[in-house]
């Protein structure tokens, strides 16, 4: 049994960590978030704004709205992370309107003037409002490191163990980089790795409330990600599959299930209905734009997810080796788990290879597969680290990815460094050349530029962070060496 002191603990260690490292609003489509946010909570509308200078600058910023039957522009994203956002943001709106002098403002009535893209997405995000918006992700990436810890140490039943490998997700995989962004990824990891975890303590405790907590998560997702849809079967099976043979439980488990996630299909088809007449259409042009098809060359992409430099999810995040020295042992304790598992992962890799925008643009290594990172480390909850080189083994992988995330989160990725380094000749190149080579060098050559270091104010909030990091990280150690010595 974890105690619930020391899962705060662990929710405030990580939530440290990744605000101190948070980036915030940083990419275009993390701007319409951030506006159908601010549409929400100061003009108290559900379309986006029509005079907004940033949003109409440029072509390849301005894809992310469509036009609805009453003439207003409405976001075409999934509204799932805003909706998430809107607590967070208005208490920054709040800040913002205390200290603000509305020298932030990008909206006007010149909607043709051009203005300096990377600038003003660099001083939109260094705003209260956008900055607390975005901070729904660190928070939801330190709960998932939370759920993790419970998971692992249910699976494996060492709780030192549970942790070292809650550290190893947490600080040493492209779990710690995308905690700092404003992108979709983080929260829906949350949820879809939070729902295989309730459908397993439901599987152990037999109580139907995690089958609608499980459902709930599994909606939310999709209110996210429209795409998890494609996951939700492997849940629903899990779910079926733990109830058998008991016909009666399977019908109260599959009705509660396919209930509860329901419930946010039918708000998405409603949301669809109100922007566009129709239940179906979503209005996601952007797609096009950048030719968003189902046709993708999975021999170039899923060489290029699985190992090679520039993409490879196992390089960009080395301990998650681990989970698949494990998976043997997985199936031998619990198969329905493990077979769940992996329909999951190779459904992720399947689709999010398969788009032909598989390789996320700029980003740090296989954005669209962060949320397999749970999944595939799940397994290695299984090890057993009694030989020496097994140890030698996770402290290798351990100081790999733990310095392959420090060179992404010290320098923003997004920006400058990775854009410049691809020229057309080698931009398709994802096997032989790597987004770390480009990174490492920006080190050298870039000022630090953490939010908390911007004046007086942030450097004190700063400052409380490192104090809480510490202090939580001592606990968290003091508290393994009393149940070693126990």
């Not at 469509?66 to 943001?89: C, E, H, N, W």
């Not at 190893?168 to 710690?176: A, E, K, P, Q, V």
Request: net charge positive.
């Amino acid at each position: 049994m974890v105690s619930k002191k020391l899962q705060i603990t662990l929710f405030c260690f990580f939530a440290a960590i990744y605000m101190l490292t948070f980036r915030g609003v940083s990419a275009g489509d993390n701007i319409y978030h951030y506006e159908f946010v601010k549409s929400i909570l100061q003009r108290q509308q559900l379309s986006l704004p029509q005079n907004n200078r940033l949003l109409a600058t440029d072509r390849s910023i301005s894809l992310f709205f469509a036009i609805g039957r009453d003439d207003k522009p409405y976001l075409t994203l999934p509204p799932g992370l805003a909706v998430a956002s809107l607590p967070l943001g208005s208490l920054g709106f709040l800040i913002e309107s205390i200290i603000s002098d509305d020298s932030h403002d990008t909206e006007g009535d010149n909607t043709e003037e051009r203005i300096d893209l990377t600038a003003a997405v660099r001083e939109l995000g260094s705003t209260p409002s956008a900055t607390m918006a975005a901070m729904v992700n660190p928070l939801a990436m330190a709960l998932l490191m939370v759920v993790f810890f419970l998971f692992s140490n249910r699976i494996g039943g060492n709780r030192k163990w549970a942790l070292v490998l809650t550290m190893l997700l947490g600080c040493c995989s492209i779990i710690w980089p995308y905690s700092s962004s404003y992108w979709t990824q983080p929260l829906t990891t949350l949820c879809l790795f939070s729902a295989l975890y309730c459908l397993y303590r439901f599987k152990e405790e037999s109580l139907h409330r995690y089958i609608v907590f499980a459902g709930l998560l599994l909606g939310y997702s999709m209110l996210t990600r429209f795409e998890t849809v494609l996951f939700v079967p492997w849940f629903l099976i899990y779910a079926v599959a733990v109830s058998y043979p008991d016909r009666s439980r399977i019908f109260r488990t599959a009705g509660l299930i396919l209930a509860a996630s329901g419930f946010f299909v039918l708000l998405i088809m409603l949301w669809n209905y109100y922007r566009f007449g129709s239940m179906l259409n979503t209005g996601a042009g952007h797609q096009l734009y950048f030719s968003g098809t189902f046709r993708g060359n999975l021999t170039t992409s899923i060489p290029a997810n699985l190992i090679g430099l520039n993409r490879s999810i196992f390089l960009y995040s080395p301990p998650l080796l681990l989970g698949l020295l494990a998976f043997p042992a997985l199936y031998r304790s619990r198969k329905i788990l493990a077979l769940v598992t992996t329909l999951i992962i190779c459904t992720g890799l399947l689709l999010y290879s398969k788009i032909t925008m598989w390789y996320g643009g700029i980003s740090w290594g296989p954005r669209f597969l962060v949320i397999l990172t749970p999944f595939l480390l799940l397994p290695a909850s299984l090890i057993r680290f009694d030989a020496r080189w097994k140890r030698w083994l996770i402290l290798v992988l351990a100081l790999a990815g733990v310095c392959i995330q420090s060179i992404a989160v010290i320098v923003p990725y997004q920006f400058d460094a990775i854009s410049d380094y691809y020229n057309p000749g080698n931009a398709g190149d994802h096997i032989l050349r790597s987004d770390i080579v480009p990174q490492f060098k920006a080190l050298f050559s870039e000022n630090l530029d953490f939010w908390w270091l911007a004046n007086p104010i942030t450097v004190f909030i700063g400052i409380l962070l490192i104090l809480i990091l510490l202090s939580t990280g001592w606990i968290l150690v003091r508290s393994e060496s009393r149940q070693y010595d126990a």
